[in-house]
């Protein structure tokens, strides 16, 4: 009964995970051979055989007939022979079957445990190789688990993939069973347990979404300079176009948006900006600004800044939600951003000086503020408190009451 459990143990295996031949074969005589060390001392003069499709297996021990015994491991006398074949003369090799009723109990519990765990090994070192090649893949697999911090995802095979909550799309929800599409992020070994970590945030994952969606993309036509988003608010796609007779971003869009808009609906409707790549620093930054219209561009190499000047109605329009369109605009040139309200420009009738408030606010900070292009009531309240902290050194506080000062100004 033992022996059928342990027939059973590799043959399950052998079906159910997926192990080659080979290595089958090799683990099986591995187990035993080190099982017949432990019993016999050596195992040198033991003939494994193993059919893996039959799922079953011999083993035949080898010893010298001898008039005297010394050895009893690799000898047996003429006369143990002789009672049960009295052909064998003494120097010829006597070969009797071992069976496995003869490991004993406990032997045959250790095979099953060993062989388990060689087998474990093997899954873990083969899904850790299978994945390692996939870094940067989009897999699909199906929620099993959903916790607070992290989603157990499984793929096809059963496999457990780990979606943490860092890595998700920050309006991401899901339930047991949903389906979820992620990029393979990083492959690692946790006490030697392959850790899969999956991810919807990279940059990656929105790239192999462009190529999965725009042929043009996935044949080499159009490249993908560089991706730069913020999950789930905004993202932007520089892209270029190898053939002049198409245009990279027309074919990313598609005809009425037919292309962008799986991937928006993938990505909870991030709103994605394609661009079109060109080493013109200039260009490349007043199209990294759209929508809005730049009046004139200073770039500053050593420093790694850019001064964009603009019309006071496209302030609000170049730094965005939030300042999310500055921030990927700045990621996507490598450059640090500052934006100017041009005074070039004609005042707004309605707006208001700041040095109008020199009785409610400090001149220092009116002083700190105009630094940084913001001279009217206006050009200050279209700015992010965090903008203004940071280009104006001003504590937030002070800005925020600033604001709320200008604020009511125009309450009134």
Not at 64 to 80: H, K, Y
């Amino acid at each position: 009964m033992e022996g059928l459990n342990l027939i059973s143990t590799f043959a399950e295996f052998k079906e159910l995970k997926n192990i080659d031949r080979i290595t089958m074969m090799s683990v099986l005589e591995d187990i035993f051979r080190n099982q017949l060390i432990k019993m016999y001392g050596t195992a040198d003069n033991f003939d494994i055989i193993i059919n893996i499709d039959k799922g079953d297996f011999e083993i035949w021990r080898n010893r010298e007939v001898v008039e005297e015994v010394e050895d009893p491991n690799t000898q047996i006398s003429l006369e143990e022979v002789r009672k049960t074949d009295d052909s064998y003369q003494i120097g010829e090799e006597f070969t009797e079957e071992v069976k496995l009723a003869s490991f004993g109990r406990r032997g045959i519990l250790n095979l099953r445990q060993n062989l388990s765990g060689r087998i474990a090994d093997i899954e873990k070192a083969n899904l850790y190789n299978k994945y390692k090649d996939k870094i940067g893949e989009i897999v699909v697999g199906e929620v099993y688990q959903a916790w607070r911090k992290e989603v157990l995802v499984m793929d096809e095979d059963g496999n457990e993939l780990l979606l943490p909550k860092s890595e998700q799309i920050p309006s991401d929800f899901f339930r047991k069973g949903d389906t979820v599409r992620a990029v393979v992020a990083r492959v690692e070994m946790n006490n030697n347990n392959p850790v899969i970590t999956l991810s919807r945030t990279s940059p990656v994952f929105l790239e192999r979404l462009f190529e999965q969606e725009v042929p043009e993309i996935f044949d080499g036509l159009i490249t993908i300079k560089k991706i730069v988003r913020i999950p789930g608010e905004r993202a932007k796609v520089a892209v270029e176009s190898y053939d002049e007779r198409i245009d990279p971003v027309g074919a990313c869009v598609g005809v009425k948006g037919s292309r962008i808009h799986g991937i928006v609906r993938e990505l909870r409707n991030e709103n994605i900006d394609i661009i079109n790549w060109t080493s013109n620093m200039q260009l490349l930054i007043q199209r990294a600004l759209s929508p809005a219209k730049i009046s004139s561009v200073k770039i500053n190499e050593e420093e790694k800044r850019v001064s964009v000047y603009l019309k006071p109605n496209d302030v609000s329009l170049a730094i965005g939600k939030g300042g999310s369109n500055i921030k990927l605009a700045g990621l996507l040139i490598d450059k640090e951003i500052d934006v100017f309200r041009d005074i070039e420009e004609e005042e707004d009738e309605e707006d208001v000086l700041l040095s109008d408030f020199s009785d409610e606010i400090d001149s220092w900070i009116i002083d700190a503020l105009k630094s940084i292009g913001c001279d009217t009531a206006k050009s200050v309240l279209a700015l992010p408190v965090s903008e203004i902290v940071r280009r104006a050194d001003l504590e937030e506080e002070t800005v925020i009451e600033v604001q709320k000062i200008l604020k009511a100004e125009f309450e009134e």
